[in-house]
């Protein structure tokens, strides 16, 4: 596509009103969706009213008043369609870390005769820190079996869960859910599913894939805000069974019993711990309403175009400069960014956000780019492309001031 068909798809695109929906800074083009979604007006309004109405003049009372007491499951119930779940299988609650030792706790219980985790080792690194700490705390000789490639083919009659991230953090490249799921069926194992990079950028099917556990991340393309409440999701028929070992006083069955005794609460309730985090629900509940009227099939089929655009774009304007691409080419097997991988893609990211082009850098050589259909346009894809070509046709990207490592990358 040359820049007048770009945008010409921005004027056909059906998801064009959405990005009025956003506060974006003028000029800039946004490629970080994926890491840091943007702030909505509806999410501005709605903290500025939590602020200023409900925790300055209702105070306390606002827990029932102001609908606070049940916002974890309101909105896990909120959630649900964009993840393929039932309403009563998903809790907003702390953080995807926390969520994922709870879950991960929950599905070794279930299975207590084995004592393998199986993950990959290009797994986002806090779920692998998690499971660590859990196998260590428990005692019982738990071992993460981390691989590289296929997760299935680490399965066997010793393994109790296997944890997989949908979407790579990394490459963007995408598991198949069910194919993963049915063969931990098959071996005996639980499955644990990270859907940080998903939620929000494609349709998922949890239940379709029979998934028995999943976490996600609430500041993504939730546009949750930053620091945002994760999710957690417990298939139906594990919940009378699900154990988790950070039982609070508001998974209790009975809070204001205030009993001296735990009696976890019945469903989904007992996944949670202690008080949520008000203002954050609230930026996180705008984002996910905004998500839910957008149509996932209609928003997948944006993204993939602006993807193989993207890639397009860099392969034919960027050639001779040593990019490699990392994101698998076949629709199926993508997320909702492109990875480049290059030896100096730290210093050649900083060049494009001096651009004011925003993608990130994951180590050791990852150029990451995410494509948030709500907001993004075709003619945007063109034109970050283009500055990739200049950033290296002019070598701008060596100066000094590019390549110091920041504290976030
Ligand atoms: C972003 C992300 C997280 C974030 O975890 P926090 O506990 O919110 O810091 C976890 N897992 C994956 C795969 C992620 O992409």
């Given at each position: 596509m040359n820049r007048a068909e770009c945008l010409a798809a921005d004027r056909a695109d059906p998801l064009r009103r959405w990005r009025d929906e956003f506060i974006l800074p003028r000029g800039r083009i946004y490629l970080d969706g994926n890491s840091l979604g943007p702030l909505s007006r509806t999410g501005r309004a709605r903290l500025k009213a939590v602020i200023e109405r409900e925790w300055a003049r209702d105070l306390i009372q606002s827990w029932t008043k102001n609908g606070w007491v049940d916002g974890s499951t309101r909105i896990g119930a909120k959630i649900a369609p964009l993840i393929g779940a039932k309403p009563a299988e998903v809790i907003v609650a702390d953080s995807t870390s926390v969520n994922l030792f709870k879950a991960l706790a929950g599905a070794l219980a279930l299975r207590p005769e084995r004592r393998v985790i199986v993950s990959e080792r290009g797994n986002f690194p806090t779920d692998i820190y998690m499971a660590e700490g859990l196998a260590k705390l428990l005692g019982q000789g738990h071992e993460l079996r981390l691989v590289d490639g296929d997760v299935t083919a680490a399965l066997g009659p010793d393994v109790a869960a296997v944890m997989v991230t949908e979407i790579d953090y990394r490459t963007g490249a995408r598991h198949d859910m069910a194919a993963v799921t049915r063969a931990a069926h098959e071996a005996g194992a639980l499955t644990i599913w990270d859907l940080s990079h998903s939620v929000g950028a494609m349709p998922i099917a949890l239940n379709r894939a029979a998934a028995d556990f999943a976490v996600g991340c609430g500041y993504k393309y939730l546009n949750g805000g930053p620091g945002g409440p994760a999710f957690l999701f417990v298939a139906a028929r594990h919940q009378d069974g699900f154990v988790q070992p950070l039982s609070g006083w508001l998974g209790h069955a009975d809070p204001f019993e205030f009993a001296s005794a735990y009696r976890p609460a019945r469903g989904i309730l007992r996944a949670i711990c202690g008080t949520p985090p008000v203002l954050s629900m609230a930026a996180l509940e705008a984002g996910v309403d905004l998500m839910r009227k957008i149509d996932m099939k209609t928003l997948r089929a944006k993204s993939l175009a602006l993807t193989d655009l993207f890639i397009a774009r860099v392969e034919e304007r960027c050639a001779g400069h040593g990019l490699v691409l990392a994101t698998p080419r076949e629709h199926a097997r993508r997320g909702s960014q492109v990875s480049f991988r290059h030896k100096d893609g730290y210093a050649i990211v900083q060049a494009l956000i001096a651009r004011d082009v925003v993608g990130d850098f994951r180590e050791p050589d990852f150029m990451r780019f995410g494509f948030?259909?709500?907001?993004?346009r075709f003619v945007d894809v063109f034109d970050a492309a283009e500055h990739l070509r200049a950033v290296l046709e002019s070598g701008e990207w060596k100066r000094a001031a590019f390549r110091k490592k920041r504290k976030v990358t």
């Open positions: 948030a259909a709500p907001y993004l």
